[in-house]
């Protein structure tokens, strides 16, 4: 019989799940009232990320629904009563603006997000330079003494809150060893834990590495004049096709040996190249939605993935096809850097050595070099440290921080604050296009280019020591093998 008693408890428990307004509107609030994702995280108790996922178009649910509403709802509430103070003194009937409001010249060039020096150019609101040559080098900002307001002429009324200046009021400095001490007190309450076991510690950290890498980016990000837009909408090719395929997009990762032997005897060298995903970190990312487009035009100021037909490549005998191992013809999905890759060598510079690619259809938007660059500087201070104090659980702590941070910013259930598919290729092809333009250096240069593989193995017969540095640091290379040119067990 059915228990009707549980069935009344059942009913009266339930809730309606709390009404949400649109997703860009729940930005606008925040920022209506000088709030940062980091402030209404830390509040709400999630990541700045899911914020920005949250501002984007996922919606919560179960009691963080409930948090986030109360929150957009206060919010609502306080800028209503805000909005009831006296009007502007030039506003007309219910604070309207008035013809002098409409004849206003358009705002002056405001800060660059990455340089400070004077924009007009804006992505996602935010005013900066889309090209890096207009860039100057970014510098943490100096904090200055207030100054006193300049008294506003009659004939030219204040400027509303929302005049973009917001984004830069909110840049502040960090403390220089804040993001190493992430990491140093990371590794030492590890080591705590595990009572000094050098290796239970570093399977602690490696298992952590994902959010301990989120938790690195938000404090890099502090201060940063624009926000990382985590879950932005994606076309259909950056989706995966089943639960365990993969989307459309072509990474061009390299898998070429050479076949004809080295035309002098001697051994080959294997070489390891060092970092290679963090240095694919600096690379020209998309920081807002993606925007279709259709025919053969590139704009250098853009980032994205793009539909080409690649040229044809007659250089197989001693390097690699710049679009790695693909036998299918046709056009094909690539991203920005394969792109730019294929641009680069078909112009006299090198050779040519190709055709220009065909761009047939494009998914970009405005693009910089900088999204990541305090980020990865962190991790590559962190990890050149260890390498001078020999301190092993730091760097594969770091290693793993900077390798799992790339693997999983696609569709990834070890990751879900950072929805980025786009981004996750585009330094995945990044760290190959290095790699190619290592090969091309040593073949350039005089030397047998035997093997390139994935993003970081090179295999040179010849004194590659003209060429390359030994060493560990990011710029430089290890020696991995050593092996006859007649050892069949490297092809």
Request: charged fraction near 25%.
């Amino acid at each position: 019989m059915t228990d009707f008693n549980a069935i009344d408890a059942l009913l009266a428990d339930a809730r309606t799940p709390a009404d949400l307004p649109p997703a860009e509107q729940r930005r606008a609030l925040r920022q209506a009232l000088h709030l940062t994702r980091t402030q209404v995280a830390h509040a709400l108790g999630v990541s700045p990320s899911t914020i920005g996922g949250w501002e984007t178009g996922r919606d919560p649910s179960g009691e963080l629904r409930e948090k986030y509403a109360y929150f957009l709802n206060g919010a609502q509430e306080k800028l209503r009563t805000q909005h009831d103070t006296p009007a502007h003194p030039h506003a007309g009937p219910a604070g309207e603006p008035t013809a002098a409001d409409e004849t206003e010249p358009p705002p002056a060039p405001q800060p660059c997000v990455l340089c400070g020096a004077p924009a007009t150019d804006e992505v996602e609101g935010y005013p900066q330079h889309l090209h890096p040559d207009d860039c100057t080098h970014p510098t943490p900002a100096t904090p200055q003494p207030a100054a006193p307001p300049e008294p506003t002429p009659a004939a030219a009324p204040a400027r509303a809150p929302e005049n973009r200046q917001e984004p830069a009021r909110r840049r502040s400095p960090q403390p220089p060893a804040r993001t190493h001490d992430l990491i140093t007190r990371a590794v030492q309450d590890a080591l705590d834990t595990h009572a000094g076991d050098l290796t239970a510690a570093t399977a602690e950290l490696q298992r952590r590495a994902i959010p301990d890498a989120m938790a690195l980016l938000d404090a890099t990000r502090i201060g940063a004049r624009y926000d990382i837009v985590g879950h932005p909408p994606l076309p259909d090719i950056l989706r995966k096709k089943s639960a365990h395929g993969a989307d459309e997009v072509w990474e061009a990762r390299p898998h070429w040996t050479r076949l004809a032997p080295p035309p002098t005897p001697g051994d080959i060298t294997a070489l390891d190249i060092n970092g290679a995903y963090l240095s694919a970190l600096k690379t020209h990312l998309p920081l807002g939605a993606l925007e279709y487009s259709t025919g053969n035009v590139h704009s250098r100021r853009r980032a994205g993935i793009h539909l080409i037909t690649p040229p044809e490549w007659d250089h197989h005998p001693y390097l690699p096809n710049p679009l790695g191992n693909r036998e299918e013809p046709g056009p094909v999905w690539v991203t920005e850097p394969t792109l730019r890759l294929l641009q680069r060598l078909a112009t006299d510079q090198y050779g040519p050595l190709c055709d220009p690619p065909v761009i047939h259809e494009s998914f970009t938007s405005g693009a910089t070099e900088q999204l990541f660059e305090k980020f990865r500087q962190a991790l590559r201070d962190a990890r050149e440290k260890a390498i001078t104090e020999e301190d092993e659980v730091t760097l594969e702590y770091v290693k793993s921080m900077y390798s799992k941070f790339v693997s999983t910013m696609g569709e990834s259930n070890y990751n879900r604050a950072l929805y980025r598919p786009d981004w996750m290729h585009i330094i995945r092809s990044q760290a190959f296009v290095n790699l190619w333009l290592k090969a091309h250096k040593a073949h350039t240069a005089g030397l047998t280019v035997m093997r390139v593989m994935g993003t970081d193995e090179l295999h040179i017969a010849g004194n590659w020591r003209q060429v390359f540095t030994e060493g560990r640091g990011v710029s430089q290379v290890k020696v991995k093998d050593v092996y006859a040119a007649t050892d069949t067990s490297h092809r």
